[in-house]
């Protein structure tokens, strides 16, 4: 275990170097703001393939948790009371606590009303950002930038040092997830969602291992809103509206969430197509809807499910995609 | 928040009249809409996450049928026929697909399909909101009951909608058809074994829903703007309808879309901010209290 522990921790600090030297290697500016934009979504994705791909409950509420990151961190450092580190642990306080709420009365609904009842969720709390202007600023969102004064010698200001702390946060914060899946709990999660009843006569408290991952995939999901936040430096109401949330499932289904990495493999394709589609068309809901359609129709499983785990124990133990499938058809 | 406005309006019988009829209109709407919803989800065992989407649709066509026509009648016909044909092919060419698969497919079909058709609406009709007006018919001046003042569509509205919830509820508990419906949502191998074509039944339930949507929307686009995606809010709160309700129960949806009618129309004077919450307030308490909601067959909490 300590072994497999270096070693993911040596890959996570190489795959940080190779990132940090990417834009330097030729791409430039735009492959700079196209991995922070993907890593964004990427760890929205990626804290909500702990619940969906982990624990087998399906959140369409996600965008609020990335959503409530972003704003509270804006409006913190608009209130300018705090450092940007300091800022960041406290939006990260408040979304855990906004999640713990609206979790504990989620978690304990099976599949079909725990999807709905966050997403309703998250309908009333974009109601809250529309309304609450003081804080929010109503529709406009948190205008006139998000002020990031110099910490530890790191101006956010500078492109060079904002792609490297987002980077650094990045892959931080995946690393820690990949922890999280490969513990004893992540396993216990992967116990409650391929048969719940034995984990309950197994003695797990599984209300409270649900509420758990419920709090930890949206403080995750959170982080991406942040990044998001410092990136365009300001906060959107759309950040926290439905189709926020039905893209991040997307991007779990697209990349695979049977794979810890599928999710954030299925951000890069799509913000990818993103950047592309803009341009060509306004019509971006015709072309994902229909990309989604055909995805959900056709393909089924996303591109990094086709790739069955090896033996390596290393690798979180995922089951394969037909045993999973099968598990999803007894419940 | 105005508790004293709420208080006043109680202590007065002609803002009791205003005030329940227009709860009521906007509670028996819903309860076209929820209807269909959660017979779907009885029957087909889906959750139609694009039911909202034929709502919109149905208004749309109603629309361009009156601009065409003038006449609000054909209107809502052709919101309601136009929204099942959509919904038949919906079922056949995708839906039908992903009866049985996990739920995220389910999902991800209908969250597809509703991009596509609020981006479709939007290249047919504009983004601009429209406005269908008020059917020459209607015209009239409005009733005054006890000192509250009824429009004439309004009474028109919740009689048709009353109608439909009697045709609905005599459809599922009298008829042979009715019979059927109710074993396929029991045990459809069961009913498939006594030679019944259960796709044929999932499909017509499908097209009844969408038939009852899409009127639903034809029926509100008078009093309505039209807009792209202007479906999804219908969705919801019918989604909440369903859960207080009570998931798969029809008259279950009756009771709580006039329950949440109300309370949205008494709500908007008493906490005018406060009215989307008050609802999620009101779903929360039942699913903490009631799981199965007030009169639901259906699981909630898993054991």
Redesign the interface.
Known sequence: MTRSTTRNALIALAALVVLLALPHLGGGEKLADYIIFAAAWGLLATGLNLL?GYTGL?S?GHAMFFASGAYSFGAIMQAQIMPVPLAIVAALIITGAIAALIGA?CV??????F???T???Q??FH?ILL?WVDVTGGDNGLLGGIPTPVFFGVDLNQPEHLYAFCVTVTVLAMYLMHRIVSSPFGFTLRMIRDN??RAIFLGVNVFAVKLTCFVLSAVFSSVGGIILALFISGAYPDFAF??TS?EA??MV?LGG?TNFFGPILGALILTGLNDIVVTYTD????F??????L???GL?KGVLDFVKPGGRKSTPAQPTADAK?AT??DA | MEPAALLDCLTSLSCVVTQTTSGLIIGMLFFLVAAGLTLI?GVLGI?NFAHGAFYMVGAYLAYSAYQVTGSYLVAVLAGGFGAAILGVLFERF?IR??Y??????Q???C??????????V??IWGSEYLSMGMPQAFRLPPVFIAGGIVPPFYIFIITVAAVFAAVLWFIIERTQYGRIIRATAVNPTMVSALGIPTPLIYLSVFALGMFLAGMAGGLAAPIRALTPGMG??VL?VS??VT?IGG?GSVTGALVASILIGLVRSYGSIGFP?FV??LM?VM??LV??LK?NGLLGRQ?????
């Open positions: 969906i399906i369409f009365i304990r609904l099976s599949e079909i009303y999807a709905f009842l997403l309703a969720f309908m009333f109601s309304s719940e009843r439905w189709t039905g499932i997307f289904m969430l019509h971006y809901g015709l994902l809807g229909g990309i989604i359609l995805f959900s129709l089924r499938e999803h058809a | 989800f959750v995708a697909r992903v049985g698969e996990n739920v995220l497919l999902l991800l079909v969250y597809g399909f509703v991009l596509v058709a609020d981006d479709l939007q290249i999804f809010s919801i989604f909440v859960v998931m901010l989307d919450g999620y779903m929360g699913l903490v799981p699981e909630a909490s898993r054991p």
